[in-house]
């Protein structure tokens, strides 16, 4: 705020009188001088007259009703020239700093404070310009002198404690405990510090979070911290660099152990990672692993850096995996980890274990397969039960949730003949759907169990064939309509069962939407082919007008319309834009919403479908554009 300040001392007001009454002026900034509408501004000036003839006392605010500055200024046409002191506050009421003017308007210094030591800084400036001096900003406090910067001291976020001091040349880090912890000199280029040697620091809420170090203008190493542990260091990753690209990583475990170390070479675009050694969090080797060659030991971890696989392979073909599991007991913080499998290729064997490690199958395997046995996989939360009879699932496979504390079943696949006959789905334990799918060309019936009641639809080489099938999505409930194969209808209902849209499937990927309100009246129609808007479009909003208009391939023949209009900052809820076209006049008008207003309006004359000199005639208009009363308007948008 105060160094922004620096600039701008005369203020030249166009859209206000000077008259002895108080006068409020919304602006987007505290140095604007453009009245804007009041939803458009960010601050208001109040200016009222004083004791003294033709001198005004400037307040500015907040939107809320807070003070932030406050001054008095000569009071000339259309002008605001400050004079003597004008004061800053910040959000707690406290002073923060203040300008000083002479009687022609001219900044001449800036007196600061440090909000945590209270400690006062003064800038003189010359020519607008600072001069000499220190102030404080931004967190930090720079020393001019003969209007260069001297110094910049920057604090630990809101401390009067040192983090860095820069000088020409060089910048010099320290801790909490005002001890130096490294330094590094640098060139000053095109407006960008290029460090030469030594150490760069980087913190975050006060601890070390990146640490890099320069040689002779080259970055060598770089090295992260794990900033959630306050009391010591740890290491989350290092960076070796030769010539600027990466040759060596080294990455740790939570507890500081190194866990993985990767070896890179130069390629055309960088570097290629050639060679990983892997280790265990108690500091143990595991193995090391060949990419190029893919031989070796391999390493793979869940999210919270525990061992998921270890495996090993010869030249690419899989020798032995080990596969371990990782879920979660009734309380988020009961982590459950033990080893779940381990797979000798070579031999053939597969062993699975319970949480206690007592064998629970054995699995006999052929050409990498689960051949004859009972296999279990645990992935994304989830445990797999599969009954492997000569290499193909048989009979029943289950999969469980929550399978370490009380296991809930939450889908059964029946194999009959190694082919998948029944999926049945379960919420909390119950059946919610049942699928069974056709032998050769016979359709097969499945039955749905949904809230509705109930729903039937025959499948057909395991693709719905007749019937309705339905989908829980976030907002809805999605029924898709089959006949003979081909999906003639989808219909859209909420979850309290209100029918909202509707779909019909055309000839020629052509597609005719309905929305409904809540009594069940038409609320807008029309057709798109390939999302372009094609033929006829009706449209009633909420007080009964109504609205049609016909389209070819996207742009507007006749009729009128209403689009969304997408504003930069992404509120499309704001405004729509109305579009009129009657023979060669086209009517374009902009609507404020909020206000119930028309806020612009402008014909146009043109014998073209296609206008590139007007943009809502420039190009084709898509369904997603459309705008219409309704909470799910946006259903059908990318």
Known sequence: MIKKGITGCVLCITMIAMGQQRDTLYVRSIDDVVSVAKQEARFYKVIQPTEQDKVVLVEDYLLNDQLIARGRAHKKTEQIIYTGERSFYNREGNKQGSYVYNEAGVCQSITSYHPISGQVYTLSLLDDKPDSGDIYDLGAVVTYKDGQEQQRVVFFQNTDKVNSITTKGKVTYFDQKANKVGEFTYTFVDGKIHPIDGEHFEYDDGVISTMERYKKGKRIYQANY??????????????????????????YYYNGALRVKEYYIPNQYSHELVKSDYYADDGKYIGSFDHKAQDGTEVTLY???VIKHITTYDHGVMLKKTSFLKDYGKRYEDVIYYKLSEVDYVRGVGKFYDSKGKLISKVAYKNGVPWQGITYVFDEGKLVESPYANGVIEGEQKTFLNYQVEPLISQRNIYKGGVLRFE?????????????YAIEDTPSVVEEMISSGKKYIMYKDGLPYQGIESTEELTHIQEDVYRKGKRIETIYKAYNG??????????DSKVRRIFYDESGSEVVSYTAQFERLEGSYSYTDNEGKKYSATFKKGYLVSGEVLYNYIEEDGQDDLHYIYVKRDGNQVTIKLKDIEQNQWVSEETVVTEDLVDSDVPVLSMPIDAQFLYFDSEYRFLFAD
């Open 226 to 251: 794990d900033t959630k542990v306050k009391d010591k260091q740890l290491l989350k990753r290092e960076v070796f660099y030769t010539d600027e690209v990466v040759s060596e990583k080294k990455m």
């Open 303 to 305: 999210p919270g850096l």
């Open 424 to 436: 049945k789905w379960y919420e909390q334990g119950e059946l919610v759907q049942e699928v069974e």
């Open 498 to 507: 209100l029918v909202f849209a509707k779909e019909y499937f055309l000839d």
